[in-house]
């Protein structure tokens, strides 16, 4: 957001709710973390906020920060499937021992 549309975000919360002044420090901590906001993201939280609730915004309540896209999920998939294939190797190589003495009582699974 640009220091205008910040302003005017301001102004319009300002004049929703009549209870609401802005002071300088006020005024410039919401320009420094708006400037990395979108504007129209933003002023649609404004908006619902505003329909929704009889207070004044917080910074918190209408912040939209745009993140990095990152390959996350496909690293996911990929982990995902390297361990459904090395638990279905295992399990066709059948490489269970036996069960121990102590636990084959409590095992529904009989000892070879």
């Given at each position: 957001?640009?220091?205008?549309?910040?302003?005017?975000?301001?102004?319009?919360?300002?004049?929703?709710?009549?209870?609401?002044?802005?002071?300088?420090?006020?005024?410039?901590?919401?320009?420094e973390f708006c400037s990395e906001m979108d504007v129209e993201k933003v002023m649609a939280r404004v908006k619902n906020h505003i329909r929704k609730s009889p207070f004044p915004p917080t910074i918190a309540d209408i912040a939209v920060f745009s993140f990095d896209d990152n390959d996350f999920p496909t690293i996911?998939?990929?982990?995902?499937?390297?361990?459904?294939?090395?638990?279905?190797?295992?399990?066709n190589s059948n490489?269970?021992?036996?069960?121990?003495?102590?636990?084959?009582?409590?095992?529904?699974?009989?000892?070879v």
């Amino acid at each position: 957001m640009t220091k205008k549309e910040v302003i005017e975000l301001l102004v319009l919360i300002e004049s929703v709710y009549s209870n609401c002044i802005f002071k300088d420090e006020t005024i410039q901590q919401w320009l420094e973390f708006c400037s990395e906001m979108d504007v129209e993201k933003v002023m649609a939280r404004v908006k619902n906020h505003i329909r929704k609730s009889p207070f004044p915004p917080t910074i918190a309540d209408i912040a939209v920060f745009s993140f990095d896209d990152n390959d996350f999920p496909t690293i996911l998939q990929e982990w995902i499937k390297k361990g459904r294939e090395r638990i279905e190797s295992d399990s066709n190589s059948n490489k269970r021992g036996p069960l121990p003495a102590w636990l084959a009582e409590y095992s529904p699974r009989r000892s070879v």
